[in-house]
T-cell receptor
Framework: EAGVTQFPSHSVIEKGQTVTLRCDPISGHDNLYWYRRVMGKEIKFLLHFVKESKQDESGMPNNRFLAERTGGTYSTLKVQPAELEDSGVYFC???????????FGPGTRLLVL | KQEVTQIPAALSVPEGENLVLNCSFTDSAIYNLQWFRQDPGKGLTSLLLIQSSQREQTSGRLNASLDKSSGRSTLYIAASQPGDSATYLCAVRRGGNTGKLIFGQGTTLQVKP
């Protein structure tokens, strides 16, 4: 069984540019989560999808961040325009319906210059 | 507001030693608690998940305990090996309709051969 995959693994962009991160959850997992870790801080929740619906987006920092999960399969997280403080590692996780354990991807390392 | 703290931030032990990692949380109204392992540059791997009604979970050389009333969990690693070197993270889930996890900052463990 393939794990959670994320693309790209690394991204370096300039302030003001747009970046789109992609997450492919484990096949059949209804729940998809986005988290991020900025330098020196703990991992923080961004949002939770159940299939294509946003179940909880309380962790989204501001309206420069847009997450989508069309068709309830893969998800994208777009940052537009990117700011310096958006630098960090963005993790995606998924879990099956009714199961608690979240399976994490390797993360996307974003550096905004 | 739920806060999760892990002490110590870093730990170095000789191979073969038994060790305990600590996690504390401020709000005892949790649904479950998970311990994760993160290797450098990699994603998180779930080690153990303890439901709020449980006191402990075991997997191989790992044992996690939960004292919800006092807001504490410990991860016990028996007979440590160099391959156990990694960052260990605990995360709590409050419950309700969200799968949001709240993480501690982690304990970085080095096991010396």
């Amino acid at each position: 069984e393939a794990g959670v995959t994320q693309f790209p693994s690394h991204s370096v962009i300039e302030k003001g540019q747009t970046v789109t991160l992609r997450c492919d959850p484990i096949s059949g997992h209804d729940n998809l989560y986005w988290y991020r870790r900025v330098m020196g801080k703990e991992i923080k929740f961004l949002l939770h999808f159940v299939k294509e619906s946003k179940q909880d987006e309380s962790g989204m920092p501001n309206n420069r961040f847009l997450a989508e999960r069309t068709g309830g399969t893969y998800s994208t997280l777009k940052v537009q325009p990117a700011e310096l403080e958006d630098s960090g590692v963005y993790f995606c996780a998924s879990s099956p319906r009714g199961r608690e354990t979240q399976y994490f991807g390797p993360g996307t390392r974003l550096l905004v210059l | 507001k739920q806060e999760v703290t892990q002490i110590p931030a870093a730990l170095s032990v000789p191979e073969g030693e038994n060790l305990v990692l600590n996690c504390s949380f401020t709000d005892s109204a949790i649904y479950n608690l998970q311990w994760f392992r993160q290797d450098p540059g990699k994603g998180l791997t779930s080690l153990l998940l303890i439901q709020s009604s449980q006191r402990e979970q075991t997997s191989g050389r790992l044992n996690a305990s939960l004292d919800k009333s006092s807001g504490r969990s410990t991860l016990y690693i028996a007979a440590s090996q160099p391959g156990d070197s990694a960052t260990y993270l605990c995360a709590v889930r409050r419950g309700g309709n969200t799968g949001k996890l709240i993480f501690g900052q982690g304990t970085t463990l080095q096991v010396k051969p």
